[in-house]
């Protein structure tokens, strides 16, 4: 992206995935300095599928952030469970066409980002440990809060230009890599 945005939302269906993206911000510097403009969109908590919510919210938070007169990076980050990362990525276009607002355009600071089945798989992948993607319950033991932050240090790190990917990564997030590199 050309120019940095001036405020972040985060748009994610539980707090796991809010904590990878918010330490990933929080190595790029622009954001770093801003840290006080990043927006948790309420998580849903125990009221039903994360996935779901997300797709509910897509709509709202688009045209909110549409309607800003501040550039806003809206980051929605959403498990693709038993589709694929482009079939999840889908729903949310199919929500956005049932709300009646516009696609999202390739210069939008919308990036969309799909783990298969738990965004835990991504943090053992980044910690360097080998992980089946196609494991719906990786999260066994649960990822410590220190092991966030050491893995978003290795997400910053492989969407840089030119970056080493770690041997261990899976197939949802080389694919989301590129879209990273468009955070910072």
């Known amino acids: 992206m050309s120019e940095h945005a001036s405020e972040v939302v985060i748009l994610a269906e539980d707090q796991e995935?809010?904590?990878?993206?918010?330490?990933?911000?929080?190595?790029?510097?622009?954001?770093?300095?801003?840290?006080?403009?990043?927006?948790?969109?309420?998580?849903?908590?125990?009221?039903?599928?994360?996935?779901?919510?997300?797709?509910?919210?897509?709509?709202?938070?688009?045209?909110?952030?549409?309607?800003?007169?501040?550039?806003?990076?809206?980051?929605?980050?959403?498990?693709?469970?038993?589709?694929t990362a482009a079939g999840r990525e889908q729903t949310l276009h199919d929500e956005l066409a049932r709300a009646g607002r516009e696609p999202v355009a390739d210069e939008e600071m919308v990036i969309i980002i799909v783990p298969k089945w738990q965004v835990e798989t991504w943090d053992r992948c980044l910690l360097g440990q080998p992980v089946r993607e196609d494991d719906p319950d990786p999260d066994r033991p649960p990822v410590a809060a220190g092991e966030i932050t050491t893995a978003a240090g290795a997400l910053y790190d492989w969407a840089r230009p030119n970056a080493a990917v770690g041997?261990?990564?899976?197939?949802?997030?080389?694919?989301?890599?590129?879209?990273?590199?468009r955070v910072g």
């Open 17 to 83: 995935h809010h904590n990878l993206v918010w330490h990933s911000l929080r190595n790029c510097a622009q954001y770093r300095r801003r840290m006080g403009r990043v927006r948790k969109v309420a998580l849903p908590g125990s009221r039903g599928s994360g996935s779901q919510y997300v797709r509910e919210q897509v709509p709202v938070q688009v045209a909110a952030c549409r309607a800003r007169r501040a550039r806003t990076l809206l980051l929605v980050v959403t498990d693709a469970d038993n589709l």
């Open 167 to 181: 041997a261990t990564c899976v197939e949802s997030l080389r694919a989301a890599l590129p879209r990273w590199s």
